[in-house]
């Protein structure tokens, strides 16, 4: 709702632009379109610079994005052609937005309910990503030199085969991901703060794929979770509190009994890793 | 079968009627599929696609004022209609499908204002008005009559069966039409001399005979309207796909083709293709020219067979000959801004060319990983960020403008070679001018790939011709990778690897022809 009306304020000085920002080049979109029916749609956005919003809206409508961008330089994409919706910001000459001494905006709104495939490309962003509502079968999320959270606030309805979130220089958290109703979730790290909450409604059984190459990665486990954690690590130390260790691995103590399992496979470079149980 | 009948004419009137409805009913606005709202310093845009394919465009941009792309009017920033559409998009931002429709439709235009002000404000109400609604507002008509006859049960039920298309037709040849109505289904109609028809009178399928009068309109669909001596038609002769015979009657109102513009669309789309089509001729010609011309792989024999070596081979030596020229100006450039730079480069690869072609070879290999190493380090440190952007496209046009800077560099120092020997036709190729030491050393340095071009103009002498490409290939990939390492050695010419000293006992053994001892000629290493 705050965001919202932030958007309502910022359309307002755009309106207002030839009194308050004569000389400037930014542009304030706001695209939809009308949710025509519940059929399976591929979702790509890509963003390459400032601040980037994720969520679900309830209204009838398949999207809606708002955007603030220097038009001089960039503009906005929204294709939508058959099932695939393409969504973002690209320069004139093509490819991602990368400069930002200045950054914009995208706030982007995603039809919940509708199965989706959902690819999100950015940059150097500050993103925040509530994934909680959408009906994901596939979910691919790489980001550059960022500062990201990812939200999975509510559990997907639908069964996902494969959840991908590549990091490369960030600091980025993902809460909930017991929500996203995924058989297997693989991260890919590169250097950075890596956070991943394994909070949220696990429905199945699952496989946690984490390679990390260097930086601090802290593990959030609820209790009653079942977890068996193996690690290949070079020089990354392990604080593993709570876990018990069997051979080669680390369990939770009740991972027999536990309603869900998760099997985490951690392969570190440098730094460090460290288990944190949650209620 | 009466009843049938009555049936099936009474589905026809119905489906009429609704063409012919005065436009009491409320016009329904068209579904919003998407929307596009945009505002900046310069203007603000809306775009709207519709769900039955339609779209619509209306911005202020930068003084003017344009609805699909087509300049209708102009505005100054700030003035009253910039405000008034400004706002407009603000609620539009918010609104979606029936309440934007509702929205735009029911925007009041400003009143006040210049003319341009207001003429554009009406151009862009008008665009939203007829964009979104899928009837076109028209004013109370009066109450009137309709008639409908026809001929027997087929032509009706053919009629009603393929009504789409008429009903188009209809719609646009009734607009705007008043009173009473007469239509006639694909039967032939008379009006008698003496006798005369109030009202409209439409035929379809038919021929209407006017030897009396018709106090209004006629409508002519797909039949032959004629009017004959003494007859007379006091409105509009609006036909569709009809022929006109006018046998000495009146026509006061004027002939109007309903389709006057669809054909001039069709004329107009026809042109288009028959343009596109002799493009696409063209363009498929163009092609085959140069196919042949290049001789691309098809061997096959045509015409231009017997003369395809020569071409190929000319072709081959001047396109060596612009390569020449290209680098002899890009070398010219050099000798003019830093032409002490290029001489120490040149002394390092001629004193040097086995240490030169050695660093010329490691720094060719260590480029890739140097460059991407690099990146990632700038990008690692967080705060290189910005620097990596200027260093990932900047690095590789250094290296090449480095590999360029030492090729002609060698190929000045062959030039000069070149000048001292006796070489045939060197003789042009003067020291004291390094312009021509320049070109004669590139030209040097093709030789091969020009002899190897005109070699394999003649007929089996392929072999030849490629032995002597490959030399070509050698004696570049030399030149590049000594003149590349002697750039790398001095710093690109900032730093010498050997100076050179006076000595003026060679100087006076030079002069005077003798020998006066050891050492003479020679400079002395000096690591700068």
Known sequence: MKMKRGWVVAVAIALLAPIAAEGQSWKTVTMSRQLENSDAVEVSVEYGAGRFIVRSIDEDLLY???????EDKYEPVADFTGDRLRLGVESHRGGMNIRGREAGELELELARGVPMDLELKFGAVQAEIDLGGLALTKLELSTGASESLVDISEPNPLQMSKATFE??????????????????ITVDAGIGSITLGLEGRWQRDAELDIQMGLGSLELLIPEGLGIRLRKDSFLASLNSEGLIKRGDVYESPDFAEAEHRVVIDLDAAFGSIEVIWVR | MHMSLLLRKALLLLGLTALITPSGVEAQLREIIAKNVGASSSGATL?????????????????????????????????ELDAAWRTLLGQAMALENGALAEALVSWQPPEDGSTQTLDASQAVDEALESALRNVEPQSERPEGSLTISGGDENPLMHLLVNSMGRLGVLEEALEGLEETFQIHVDEDVVIEEGSVVDGTVVVIGGSLRVEGGIEGDVVVVDGTLDVRNDGYIEGEARVAEARVVRNNGEIRGGIVDVLEDERADESEMRNRLRDEIREEIRRDLRNEIRSVARFDDDESFSIMSPIRPVVRGVGGVVEKLIMVFILGLIGAGFLAFAGENMDAIADTARRSPGRAAMVGFAGTFLLVPVWLLGALALIVSIVGIPVALAWVPLFPLAAVMAAVLGYITVARNAGEWLADSNVPWTGWIRKSNPVFTLVGGLLGLSAAFVAANLISIAPFLNILSGLL?????IITIAAAQIGFGAVLLTRAGRRREHYGTYDADAAWAEAMGIDVGEGSGKGSKNEG
Request: aromatic share 8%; no cysteine.
């Open chain 2, 47 to 79: 775009e709207l696609a519709f769900a039955d394919d339609g779209e619509l465009a209306i911005s202020l941009d930068d003084g003017d004022v344009l609805v699909d792309g087509e300049v209708v009017g102009s505005f100054e920033s700030g003035d």
């Open chain 2, 469 to 473: 490409f490959a030399a070509g290939v």
């Open chain 1, 167 to 184: 990091a490369g220089a960030a600091e980025f958290a993902v809460h909930g991901l017991g929500n996203l109703n995924a058989e297997h």
């Open chain 1, 64 to 70: 809606r994005m708002n955007l603030r961008y220097d």
